[in-house]
Protein backbone atom coordinates (compact mmCIF):
# COMPACT_ATOMS: atom_id res chain seq x y z
CA UNK A 1 0.00 0.00 0.00
CA UNK A 2 2.99 2.63 0.80
CA UNK A 3 4.22 1.47 -2.86
CA UNK A 4 1.34 2.46 -4.16
CA UNK A 5 0.51 5.87 -2.13
CA UNK A 6 3.89 6.71 -3.51
CA UNK A 7 3.47 5.88 -7.35
CA UNK A 8 -0.02 7.70 -6.73
CA UNK A 9 2.13 11.26 -5.55
CA UNK A 10 4.41 11.12 -8.56
CA UNK A 11 0.95 10.68 -10.81
CA UNK A 12 -0.44 13.91 -9.10
CA UNK A 13 2.96 15.49 -9.05
CA UNK A 14 2.91 14.87 -13.27
CA UNK A 15 -0.93 15.93 -12.91
CA UNK A 16 0.40 19.25 -11.35
CA UNK A 17 2.75 20.38 -14.00
CA UNK A 18 0.72 19.53 -17.19
CA UNK A 19 -2.65 21.14 -17.20
CA UNK A 20 -3.92 18.72 -20.70
CA UNK A 21 -5.01 16.22 -17.96
CA UNK A 22 -7.32 18.38 -16.34
CA UNK A 23 -8.48 19.71 -19.40
CA UNK A 24 -8.44 16.83 -21.45
CA UNK A 25 -10.96 15.24 -18.79
CA UNK A 26 -12.83 17.89 -15.95
CA UNK A 27 -12.41 21.15 -18.58
CA UNK A 28 -13.93 18.77 -21.11
CA UNK A 29 -17.16 17.68 -19.76
CA UNK A 30 -18.22 21.19 -17.72
CA UNK A 31 -18.66 22.86 -21.45
CA UNK A 32 -20.12 19.75 -22.76
CA UNK A 33 -22.52 19.82 -19.81
CA UNK A 34 -23.05 23.37 -19.99
CA UNK A 35 -23.84 23.19 -24.18
CA UNK A 36 -26.08 19.46 -24.22
CA UNK A 37 -27.96 20.59 -21.16
CA UNK A 38 -28.94 24.29 -22.45
CA UNK A 39 -29.00 23.54 -26.27
CA UNK A 40 -31.67 21.03 -25.09
CA UNK A 41 -33.36 22.59 -22.43
CA UNK A 42 -36.77 22.69 -24.63
CA UNK A 43 -36.75 19.11 -25.09
CA UNK A 44 -37.49 19.55 -28.78
CA UNK A 45 -35.94 22.20 -31.44
CA UNK A 46 -38.51 25.14 -31.45
CA UNK A 47 -39.67 26.75 -34.84
CA UNK A 48 -38.25 25.19 -36.85
CA UNK A 49 -37.91 27.76 -40.62
CA UNK A 50 -40.48 25.33 -42.88
CA UNK A 51 -40.77 27.28 -46.83
CA UNK A 52 -43.83 26.92 -48.37
CA UNK A 53 -44.19 28.22 -51.99
CA UNK A 54 -47.85 28.54 -52.80
CA UNK A 55 -48.76 28.62 -56.36
CA UNK A 56 -52.39 28.65 -55.89
CA UNK A 57 -53.24 30.91 -53.32
CA UNK A 58 -56.77 30.31 -52.49
CA UNK A 59 -58.39 30.13 -49.43
CA UNK A 60 -57.77 26.47 -48.85
CA UNK A 61 -53.69 26.94 -49.43
CA UNK A 62 -53.60 30.06 -47.06
CA UNK A 63 -55.43 27.74 -44.12
CA UNK A 64 -53.12 25.25 -44.43
CA UNK A 65 -50.18 27.59 -44.49
CA UNK A 66 -51.41 29.37 -41.12
CA UNK A 67 -52.31 25.74 -39.68
CA UNK A 68 -48.82 24.73 -40.61
CA UNK A 69 -47.31 28.11 -39.26
CA UNK A 70 -49.28 27.50 -35.74
CA UNK A 71 -47.74 23.74 -34.92
CA UNK A 72 -45.21 24.22 -32.00
CA UNK A 73 -42.29 23.10 -33.76
CA UNK A 74 -42.85 24.96 -37.49
CA UNK A 75 -42.42 28.52 -38.22
CA UNK A 76 -43.22 29.02 -42.39
CA UNK A 77 -41.32 31.03 -44.35
CA UNK A 78 -43.05 32.19 -47.71
CA UNK A 79 -40.84 31.82 -51.17
CA UNK A 80 -41.98 33.35 -54.55
CA UNK A 81 -40.52 30.61 -56.62
CA UNK A 82 -39.71 27.20 -55.83
CA UNK A 83 -35.66 27.71 -57.22
CA UNK A 84 -35.36 30.28 -54.12
CA UNK A 85 -36.77 27.91 -51.53
CA UNK A 86 -34.23 25.00 -52.90
CA UNK A 87 -31.18 27.30 -52.41
CA UNK A 88 -32.31 28.77 -49.07
CA UNK A 89 -32.53 24.43 -48.14
CA UNK A 90 -29.30 23.61 -49.58
CA UNK A 91 -27.28 26.61 -47.68
CA UNK A 92 -28.98 24.87 -44.27
CA UNK A 93 -31.29 27.84 -43.80
CA UNK A 94 -34.72 26.19 -43.54
CA UNK A 95 -34.88 22.56 -42.91
CA UNK A 96 -37.68 21.78 -45.62
CA UNK A 97 -40.35 23.41 -47.56
CA UNK A 98 -43.76 22.68 -49.06
CA UNK A 99 -45.14 23.40 -52.69
CA UNK A 100 -49.01 23.82 -52.77
CA UNK A 101 -49.19 23.44 -57.05
CA UNK A 102 -51.52 25.43 -59.11
CA UNK A 103 -55.37 24.73 -58.97
CA UNK A 104 -55.20 23.03 -55.17
CA UNK A 105 -58.38 23.93 -53.88
CA UNK A 106 -60.03 23.88 -57.48
CA UNK A 107 -58.76 19.80 -57.81
CA UNK A 108 -59.73 19.17 -53.91
CA UNK A 109 -63.36 20.38 -54.18
CA UNK A 110 -63.64 18.14 -57.46
CA UNK A 111 -62.44 15.00 -55.43
CA UNK A 112 -59.21 15.22 -57.43
CA UNK A 113 -55.90 14.19 -56.04
CA UNK A 114 -53.32 17.03 -56.04
CA UNK A 115 -49.94 16.30 -55.55
CA UNK A 116 -47.86 18.83 -52.78
CA UNK A 117 -44.56 18.03 -52.95
CA UNK A 118 -42.30 18.35 -50.13
CA UNK A 119 -38.40 18.70 -49.77
CA UNK A 120 -36.61 18.22 -46.42
CA UNK A 121 -32.87 18.46 -45.69
CA UNK A 122 -31.46 15.38 -43.77
CA UNK A 123 -28.25 15.84 -44.58
CA UNK A 124 -26.86 17.87 -41.69
CA UNK A 125 -29.54 18.28 -38.86
CA UNK A 126 -31.28 15.26 -39.21
CA UNK A 127 -33.36 16.09 -35.86
CA UNK A 128 -34.41 19.09 -38.05
CA UNK A 129 -35.19 17.79 -41.01
CA UNK A 130 -36.81 14.62 -39.49
CA UNK A 131 -39.56 16.60 -37.11
CA UNK A 132 -40.12 19.17 -40.31
CA UNK A 133 -41.10 16.35 -42.20
CA UNK A 134 -43.35 14.96 -39.12
CA UNK A 135 -45.13 18.64 -38.62
CA UNK A 136 -45.59 18.71 -42.39
CA UNK A 137 -47.29 15.08 -42.97
CA UNK A 138 -49.56 16.00 -40.20
CA UNK A 139 -50.82 18.83 -41.76
CA UNK A 140 -51.15 17.22 -44.87
CA UNK A 141 -53.25 14.35 -43.09
CA UNK A 142 -54.98 16.86 -41.35
CA UNK A 143 -55.96 19.06 -44.24
CA UNK A 144 -56.83 15.71 -46.35
CA UNK A 145 -59.29 15.05 -43.30
CA UNK A 146 -60.95 18.22 -43.14
CA UNK A 147 -61.77 18.05 -46.78
CA UNK A 148 -63.05 14.76 -46.52
CA UNK A 149 -65.49 15.85 -43.65
CA UNK A 150 -67.01 18.95 -46.11
CA UNK A 151 -67.49 16.74 -48.45
CA UNK A 152 -69.56 13.46 -46.18
CA UNK A 153 -71.52 16.81 -44.24
CA UNK A 154 -72.53 18.01 -47.42
CA UNK A 155 -73.74 14.56 -48.37
CA UNK A 156 -76.05 14.54 -45.25
CA UNK A 157 -73.84 12.09 -43.41
CA UNK A 158 -74.37 12.40 -39.43
CA UNK A 159 -70.72 13.77 -37.40
CA UNK A 160 -70.83 10.48 -35.29
CA UNK A 161 -70.79 8.37 -38.58
CA UNK A 162 -68.23 10.94 -40.31
CA UNK A 163 -65.54 10.60 -37.62
CA UNK A 164 -65.93 6.76 -37.97
CA UNK A 165 -64.76 7.28 -41.23
CA UNK A 166 -62.24 9.93 -41.10
CA UNK A 167 -60.53 8.43 -38.30
CA UNK A 168 -61.83 4.42 -37.41
CA UNK A 169 -59.19 3.60 -35.21
CA UNK A 170 -58.25 5.60 -32.28
CA UNK A 171 -54.68 5.50 -30.94
CA UNK A 172 -53.99 5.91 -27.21
CA UNK A 173 -50.22 6.21 -26.80
CA UNK A 174 -48.90 6.42 -23.30
CA UNK A 175 -45.05 6.90 -23.61
CA UNK A 176 -43.24 4.83 -20.73
CA UNK A 177 -40.50 6.41 -19.38
CA UNK A 178 -40.89 9.63 -21.10
CA UNK A 179 -44.34 11.04 -21.06
CA UNK A 180 -43.06 14.36 -22.70
CA UNK A 181 -41.62 13.34 -25.63
CA UNK A 182 -38.62 14.90 -24.28
CA UNK A 183 -35.27 14.35 -26.38
CA UNK A 184 -33.33 15.20 -23.65
CA UNK A 185 -34.32 12.88 -21.41
CA UNK A 186 -32.73 10.11 -23.78
CA UNK A 187 -29.62 11.80 -25.58
CA UNK A 188 -28.44 14.10 -23.72
CA UNK A 189 -27.46 11.70 -20.25
CA UNK A 190 -26.41 8.94 -23.01
CA UNK A 191 -24.40 11.80 -24.74
CA UNK A 192 -22.92 12.99 -22.03
CA UNK A 193 -21.66 9.55 -20.54
CA UNK A 194 -20.57 8.78 -24.33
CA UNK A 195 -18.23 12.18 -24.16
CA UNK A 196 -16.75 10.93 -20.51
CA UNK A 197 -16.14 7.76 -21.99
CA UNK A 198 -14.17 9.52 -24.58
CA UNK A 199 -12.25 11.34 -22.04
CA UNK A 200 -11.53 8.33 -19.75
CA UNK A 201 -10.03 6.18 -23.19
CA UNK A 202 -7.43 9.42 -24.14
CA UNK A 203 -6.73 10.91 -20.82
CA UNK A 204 -5.64 7.26 -19.59
CA UNK A 205 -4.16 6.00 -23.03
CA UNK A 206 -2.23 9.45 -22.74
CA UNK A 207 -0.85 8.65 -19.62
CA UNK A 208 0.16 5.36 -20.01
CA UNK A 209 1.63 5.83 -23.64
CA UNK A 210 3.39 8.97 -22.46
CA UNK A 211 5.53 7.13 -19.76
CA UNK A 212 7.26 5.41 -23.29
CA UNK A 213 7.30 8.51 -24.92
CA UNK A 214 9.38 10.56 -22.53
CA UNK A 215 11.43 7.72 -21.03
CA UNK A 216 9.69 7.52 -17.93
CA UNK A 217 8.68 3.80 -18.03
CA UNK A 218 11.78 2.48 -16.35
CA UNK A 219 11.56 5.38 -13.13
CA UNK A 220 8.07 4.26 -12.87
CA UNK A 221 8.78 0.66 -12.66
CA UNK A 222 11.05 1.21 -10.11
CA UNK A 223 9.17 3.29 -7.84
CA UNK A 224 6.87 0.44 -8.02
CA UNK A 225 8.95 -2.08 -6.37
CA UNK A 226 9.11 -3.43 -10.28
CA UNK A 227 5.54 -4.38 -10.51
CA UNK A 228 3.26 -3.75 -13.41
CA UNK A 229 0.09 -4.09 -11.54
CA UNK A 230 0.92 -1.73 -8.53
CA UNK A 231 2.44 1.15 -11.10
CA UNK A 232 -1.17 0.87 -12.79
CA UNK A 233 -2.98 0.77 -9.80
CA UNK A 234 -1.15 3.63 -8.57
CA UNK A 235 -0.95 5.88 -11.67
CA UNK A 236 -4.65 5.26 -12.72
CA UNK A 237 -6.29 5.74 -9.21
CA UNK A 238 -6.34 9.55 -9.19
CA UNK A 239 -8.25 9.54 -12.75
CA UNK A 240 -10.39 6.42 -11.20
CA UNK A 241 -11.41 8.78 -8.70
CA UNK A 242 -11.61 11.79 -10.71
CA UNK A 243 -13.77 10.44 -13.73
CA UNK A 244 -16.15 8.93 -10.90
CA UNK A 245 -16.66 12.30 -9.26
CA UNK A 246 -17.58 13.59 -13.07
CA UNK A 247 -19.87 10.90 -13.73
CA UNK A 248 -21.53 11.17 -10.65
CA UNK A 249 -22.06 14.88 -10.86
CA UNK A 250 -23.53 14.52 -14.18
CA UNK A 251 -26.52 12.01 -12.30
CA UNK A 252 -26.99 14.13 -10.08
CA UNK A 253 -27.14 17.45 -11.77
CA UNK A 254 -29.75 15.45 -14.34
CA UNK A 255 -31.69 13.38 -11.83
CA UNK A 256 -31.87 16.66 -9.62
CA UNK A 257 -31.90 20.07 -10.82
CA UNK A 258 -32.94 19.33 -13.84
CA UNK A 259 -35.64 17.35 -13.03
CA UNK A 260 -34.83 14.34 -15.23
CA UNK A 261 -37.04 11.23 -14.54
CA UNK A 262 -35.72 8.42 -12.51
CA UNK A 263 -38.04 5.36 -11.77
CA UNK A 264 -35.37 3.30 -10.15
CA UNK A 265 -32.59 3.51 -7.58
CA UNK A 266 -29.92 6.22 -8.48
CA UNK A 267 -27.58 4.49 -6.28
CA UNK A 268 -27.14 1.40 -8.56
CA UNK A 269 -26.32 3.86 -11.07
CA UNK A 270 -23.33 5.27 -8.79
CA UNK A 271 -21.90 1.81 -8.83
CA UNK A 272 -22.78 1.03 -12.53
CA UNK A 273 -21.19 4.22 -13.49
CA UNK A 274 -17.98 3.38 -11.06
CA UNK A 275 -17.10 0.10 -13.02
CA UNK A 276 -18.12 2.00 -16.60
CA UNK A 277 -14.85 4.03 -15.40
CA UNK A 278 -12.79 1.03 -14.59
CA UNK A 279 -14.15 -0.79 -18.18
CA UNK A 280 -12.85 2.08 -19.96
CA UNK A 281 -9.68 2.92 -18.24
CA UNK A 282 -9.01 -1.16 -18.37
CA UNK A 283 -9.75 -1.01 -22.66
CA UNK A 284 -7.35 2.03 -23.03
CA UNK A 285 -4.73 0.08 -21.06
CA UNK A 286 -5.23 -2.59 -23.61
CA UNK A 287 -4.82 -0.47 -26.55
CA UNK A 288 -1.35 0.93 -25.14
CA UNK A 289 -0.27 -2.32 -24.33
CA UNK A 290 -1.09 -3.61 -27.93
CA UNK A 291 0.27 -0.40 -29.60
CA UNK A 292 2.97 0.55 -27.15
CA UNK A 293 3.19 3.98 -28.86
CA UNK A 294 1.83 7.50 -27.84
CA UNK A 295 0.43 8.41 -31.35
CA UNK A 296 -0.73 5.02 -32.04
CA UNK A 297 -2.64 4.65 -28.86
CA UNK A 298 -4.39 7.89 -28.61
CA UNK A 299 -5.20 7.62 -32.38
CA UNK A 300 -6.78 3.77 -32.36
CA UNK A 301 -8.53 4.94 -28.41
CA UNK A 302 -10.21 7.88 -30.07
CA UNK A 303 -11.29 5.92 -33.34
CA UNK A 304 -12.63 3.13 -30.80
CA UNK A 305 -14.24 5.82 -28.38
CA UNK A 306 -16.48 7.54 -31.15
CA UNK A 307 -17.40 4.45 -32.52
CA UNK A 308 -19.10 3.50 -29.10
CA UNK A 309 -21.68 6.72 -29.72
CA UNK A 310 -23.09 4.75 -33.31
CA UNK A 311 -22.87 1.06 -31.25
CA UNK A 312 -24.21 1.75 -28.14
CA UNK A 313 -28.39 1.42 -29.35
CA UNK A 314 -29.71 4.87 -27.94
CA UNK A 315 -29.70 6.94 -31.13
CA UNK A 316 -30.35 3.81 -33.62
CA UNK A 317 -31.30 0.54 -32.06
CA UNK A 318 -28.66 -2.09 -32.54
CA UNK A 319 -31.19 -4.69 -33.95
CA UNK A 320 -31.72 -2.12 -37.13
CA UNK A 321 -28.07 -2.58 -38.01
CA UNK A 322 -26.74 -4.61 -40.68
CA UNK A 323 -26.44 -8.01 -39.64
CA UNK A 324 -23.08 -8.29 -40.23
CA UNK A 325 -22.05 -5.11 -37.71
CA UNK A 326 -24.41 -5.85 -34.76
CA UNK A 327 -21.96 -8.30 -33.45
CA UNK A 328 -20.07 -5.38 -33.17
CA UNK A 329 -21.56 -3.47 -30.42
CA UNK A 330 -20.49 -6.13 -27.93
CA UNK A 331 -17.26 -4.65 -27.60
CA UNK A 332 -18.01 -1.02 -26.80
CA UNK A 333 -19.02 -0.83 -22.86
CA UNK A 334 -21.33 2.02 -23.15
CA UNK A 335 -23.68 -0.30 -25.25
CA UNK A 336 -24.18 -2.64 -21.92
CA UNK A 337 -24.23 0.71 -19.83
CA UNK A 338 -26.44 1.56 -22.06
CA UNK A 339 -28.71 -1.39 -21.39
CA UNK A 340 -28.40 -0.77 -17.53
CA UNK A 341 -29.51 2.99 -17.40
CA UNK A 342 -32.41 2.43 -19.62
CA UNK A 343 -33.77 -0.97 -17.05
CA UNK A 344 -33.14 1.26 -13.92
CA UNK A 345 -34.18 4.58 -14.94
CA UNK A 346 -36.64 4.03 -17.65
CA UNK A 347 -38.59 1.10 -16.35
CA UNK A 348 -37.53 0.72 -12.42
CA UNK A 349 -36.00 -2.86 -12.52
CA UNK A 350 -34.36 -4.22 -9.97
CA UNK A 351 -30.61 -6.02 -9.92
CA UNK A 352 -32.16 -9.13 -11.03
CA UNK A 353 -32.66 -7.69 -14.64
CA UNK A 354 -30.05 -6.37 -15.36
CA UNK A 355 -27.21 -8.08 -13.32
CA UNK A 356 -25.75 -9.67 -16.91
CA UNK A 357 -24.94 -6.56 -18.67
CA UNK A 358 -23.10 -5.51 -15.52
CA UNK A 359 -21.45 -8.75 -15.60
CA UNK A 360 -20.54 -7.85 -19.06
CA UNK A 361 -19.43 -4.69 -17.98
CA UNK A 362 -17.05 -5.77 -15.23
CA UNK A 363 -15.27 -8.54 -17.77
CA UNK A 364 -13.64 -5.55 -20.14
CA UNK A 365 -11.59 -5.07 -16.84
CA UNK A 366 -9.84 -8.56 -17.20
CA UNK A 367 -8.55 -7.34 -21.06
CA UNK A 368 -4.93 -5.36 -19.84
CA UNK A 369 -4.19 -9.57 -18.23
CA UNK A 370 -4.28 -10.07 -21.93
CA UNK A 371 -1.44 -8.13 -22.85
CA UNK A 372 0.39 -7.72 -19.37
CA UNK A 373 3.69 -8.93 -20.52
CA UNK A 374 3.54 -6.75 -23.73
CA UNK A 375 3.43 -3.59 -21.57
CA UNK A 376 5.52 -4.27 -18.76
CA UNK A 377 8.28 -5.56 -21.23
CA UNK A 378 7.85 -1.94 -22.99
CA UNK A 379 8.26 -0.33 -19.72
CA UNK A 380 11.42 -2.50 -18.76
CA UNK A 381 13.07 -2.44 -22.46
CA UNK A 382 11.95 0.89 -23.56
CA UNK A 383 12.06 -0.47 -27.14
CA UNK A 384 9.63 0.83 -28.95
CA UNK A 385 9.33 4.14 -31.05
CA UNK A 386 8.81 7.40 -28.85
CA UNK A 387 7.19 9.47 -32.00
Known sequence: M???????????????????YLLGSAGVMAVCVLFFTTFMAEGL??????????????????????????????????????????????????????????????????????????QVNLLYPVIGGALAYKD????????????????????????????????????????????????????????LMGILAMCITLVVAYSVGSELKYGTSKHLISVADDSLFTALVGKLAP??????????????LLFGPLHYPNAGSIGWLLLTTLIFVLAYESVAVFIVSLLPTLRLGVCVSALYSVLGFSFAGFTLPVEAL??????????????????????????????????????ALTAFMALPYITWGRLYKAYRDQNYPRN
Not at 332 to 359: E, T
Open 2 to 20: KTILQVIQRELRIIARRPI
Open 45 to 118: PQKLRIGLVDLDNSSTSRNFRQQLDATQMGRVVEFESIAHARRELETGKISGYVVIPEHFDREVQAFHCPKVQV
Open 136 to 191: ILYMVNLTNGAVQRQVLRAKGVPEWEIMGRLQPVALDAHCIGNPYTNYSYYLVNMI
Open 239 to 252: YTLLFWVLGISIQL
Open 322 to 359: PSALQGLSVIFPLRFYYKIYSQVVYFGCGFGSWWPYLL
